[in-house]
């Protein structure tokens, strides 16, 4: 049989009934459907799939099982390098990590690595196999780990199983960071995957406080000196929204992105009447910027019953940096993209709500530092969008909290902290950090990759200190 260079398409719920629920848009391979995707693996001597993968899973591997339908040895080959793989099939950019190395990507399309990883965690999951708790030494070192996201989890999950006793210290009220307020249910279930994930690391032995705040509760001195910490990582992400500094951002009616999508999903909007979350979509709904935040900012809009949702990006399709799968779903749910288009001005009304906002064409001139095309306004070309809210999601900074209360800890001049690329070590002894609070906003599985590395850092760091 010839080999197909097309993936095996993804069932999805349809574009018209999804735009006005929260359940889950891509539906998973079926057992069959998962076997024939392994099966368009060439099994190259040389796996290139692998380079493009932060957390290093060994790809074949794990697709080889699939094709002799050892799902159960997938999964544990996947959770050898990944503590989240029902995420990562989710959420992670494969396009741009593992598919985009692989071979059959030349002259057609990759192998759906993501859609095969999510496949095989799912149905582990559904089976709720027991996990088994790690036996502790008496003597086992303690590690504190701030922020319970992607960095945080990984880096604990790594931990636990080489035998530190671990406590995750969390701000919010539920654990998770971005994974539980940042991404749509519709993208990511709480319940069915983020909440399971981490119960299975719950149940390795790591510890979670939750309503914990770094910096304010305690500070990384006081982990260490007072707790009994033999080291600290430090995960906690990008939470703080930037915005443009246009006039008429404080009128009522604008948010960022971060708070919209935390009171949707943390406050269960998406489940009004059964929570009276204090959220309010009107009618046209404008979301500033180009990202997969951007792309789930205005898909939220429309679920919670907006009637016309604009994206409004200052360049061209093509440097759109969301994925290209949440660009179409975007358009298939009606989304309407205002492209080269850059707002100077939010309009209010005498009650001080949003009544529009004022924009400006751009065009592409020379490239820059970035290496895209920079966008340059047309002189003359101002209009008005008519809307009454606008949700700004042009990216995220560090909060300071916690480089301001820890003396020692070097930062840079945008707030994030300093921390070797390799071994995520910072500027203090015992103290590291990984992820969106060094790197600035990224990925999911970008600061799963640091967490890891944090990881074998930390059991190397300790040991020596042992010796």
Same mark, same amino acid.
């Given at each position: 049989?010839?080999? @197909?260079?097309?993936?095996?398409?993804?069932?999805?719920?349809?574009?018209?009934?999804?735009?006005?629920?929260?359940?889950?848009?891509?539906?998973?391979?079926?057992?069959?459907?998962?076997?024939?995707?392994?099966?368009?693996?060439?099994?190259?001597?040389?796996?290139?799939?692998?380079?493009?993968?932060?957390?290093?899973? $060994?790809?074949?591997?794990?697709?080889?099982?699939?094709?002799?339908?050892?799902?159960?040895?997938?999964?544990?080959?996947?959770?050898?390098?990944?503590?989240?793989?029902?995420?990562?099939?989710?959420?992670?950019?494969?396009?741009?990590?593992?598919?985009?190395?692989?071979?059959?990507?030349?002259?057609?399309?990759?192998?759906?690595?993501?859609?095969?990883?999510?496949?095989?965690?799912?149905? /582990?999951?559904?089976?709720?196999?027991?996990?088994?708790?790690?036996?502790?030494?008496?003597?086992?070192?303690?590690?504190?780990?701030?922020?319970?996201? =992607?960095?945080?989890?990984?880096?604990?999950?790594?931990?636990?199983?080489?035998? /530190?006793?671990?406590?995750?210290?969390?701000?919010?009220?539920?654990?998770?960071?971005?994974? @539980?307020?940042?991404?749509?249910?519709?993208?990511?279930?709480? $319940?069915?995957?983020?909440?399971?994930?981490? +119960?299975?690391?719950?149940?390795?032995?790591?510890?979670?406080?939750?309503?914990?705040?770094?910096?304010? *509760?305690?500070?990384?001195?006081? *982990?260490?000196?007072?707790?009994?910490?033999?080291?600290?990582?430090? &995960?906690?992400?990008?939470?703080?929204?930037?915005?443009? !500094?246009?006039?008429?951002? &404080?009128?009522?009616?604008?948010? @960022?992105? %971060?708070?919209?999508?935390?009171?949707?999903?943390?406050?269960?909007?998406?489940?009004?009447?059964? /929570?009276?979350?204090?959220?309010?979509?009107?009618?046209?709904?404008?979301?500033?910027?180009? !990202?997969?935040?951007?792309?789930?900012?205005?898909?939220?809009?429309?679920?919670?019953?907006?009637?016309?949702?604009?994206?409004?990006?200052?360049?061209?399709?093509? +440097?759109?940096?969301?994925?290209? +799968?949440?660009?179409?779903?975007?358009?298939?749910?009606?989304?309407?993209?205002?492209?080269?288009? %850059?707002?100077?001005?939010?309009? !209010?009304?005498?009650?001080?709500?949003?009544?529009?906002?004022?924009?400006?064409?751009?065009?592409?001139?020379?490239? $820059?530092? @970035?290496?895209?095309?920079?966008?340059? =306004?047309?002189?003359?070309?101002?209009?008005? *969008?008519?809307?009454?809210?606008?949700?700004?999601?042009?990216?995220?900074? =560090?909060?300071?909290?916690?480089?301001?209360?820890?003396?020692?800890?070097?930062?840079?001049?945008?707030?994030?902290?300093?921390?070797?690329?390799?071994?995520?070590?910072?500027?203090?002894?015992?103290?590291?950090?990984?992820?969106?609070?060094?790197?600035?906003?990224?990925?999911?599985?970008?600061?799963?990759?640091? &967490?890891?590395?944090?990881?074998?850092?930390?059991?190397? /760091? *300790?040991?020596?200190?042992?010796?």
């Amino acid at each position: 049989m010839a080999l @197909s260079l097309k993936k095996h398409e993804m069932p999805v719920q349809d574009p018209k009934v999804r735009a006005h629920n929260f359940d889950e848009v891509a539906l998973g391979y079926d057992e069959e459907t998962a076997v024939a995707e392994a099966e368009r693996c060439l099994h190259c001597k040389i796996p290139q799939c692998r380079k493009g993968c932060p957390v290093s899973v $060994d790809i074949p591997e794990f697709i080889g099982k699939i094709k002799e339908r050892d799902f159960d040895g997938a999964i544990e080959k996947i959770k050898e390098a990944n503590a989240l793989p029902a995420v990562c099939g989710r959420v992670c950019p494969q396009e741009n990590q593992c598919e985009k190395y692989c071979v059959l990507a030349k002259k057609g399309e990759s192998v759906g690595i993501g859609r095969l990883e999510r496949f095989v965690a799912d149905r /582990y999951m559904a089976k709720n196999e027991e996990v088994k708790p790690i036996e502790f030494a008496e003597d086992a070192q303690k590690v504190a780990v701030l922020g319970s996201g =992607p960095s945080g989890l990984s880096c604990a999950g790594d931990l636990a199983k080489m035998g /530190y006793k671990v406590t995750v210290f969390e701000a919010l009220h539920k654990a998770g960071g971005v994974l @539980s307020y940042g991404i749509p249910e519709f993208r990511l279930p709480k $319940d069915k995957v983020v909440k399971k994930e981490i +119960e299975n690391i719950e149940k390795l032995g790591v510890k979670f406080e939750l309503d914990a705040v770094a910096g304010r *509760l305690f500070t990384v001195d006081e *982990l260490m000196e007072e707790e009994g910490f033999d080291a600290v990582f430090i &995960g906690t992400g990008a939470g703080l929204p930037r915005f443009q !500094g246009i006039p008429g951002e &404080g009128l009522n009616g604008v948010y @960022s992105a %971060n708070e919209f999508l935390t009171r949707c999903n943390l406050m269960k909007a998406y489940k009004f009447p059964e /929570y009276a979350t204090p959220i309010k979509v009107g009618k046209n709904v404008a979301v500033i910027g180009g !990202g997969n935040v951007a792309m789930d900012a205005a898909r939220t809009a429309l679920r919670l019953g907006a009637e016309h949702v604009y994206i409004v990006y200052r360049r061209s399709e093509a +440097e759109l940096p969301a994925r290209k +799968e949440e660009v179409e779903h975007a358009k298939e749910e009606g989304i309407d993209f205002k492209l080269l288009n %850059n707002p100077v001005e939010i309009l !209010g009304n005498e009650e001080g709500w949003v009544s529009g906002m004022k924009c400006i064409r751009m065009e592409l001139g020379e490239p $820059d530092e @970035s290496g895209r095309r920079r966008p340059v =306004p047309v002189e003359g070309s101002e209009f008005e *969008l008519a809307v009454d809210t606008v949700i700004v999601s042009i990216g995220t900074g =560090p909060n300071p909290i916690i480089a301001h209360t820890t003396p020692g800890l070097a930062t840079t001049k945008r707030g994030n902290i300093e921390a070797d690329e390799e071994s995520c070590a910072t500027s203090k002894p015992g103290v590291f950090a990984g992820g969106d609070i060094v790197t600035g906003a990224a990925t999911v599985i970008l600061a799963m990759g640091a &967490g890891r590395k944090a990881a074998a850092a930390i059991d190397e /760091y *300790l040991k020596s200190k042992k010796k």
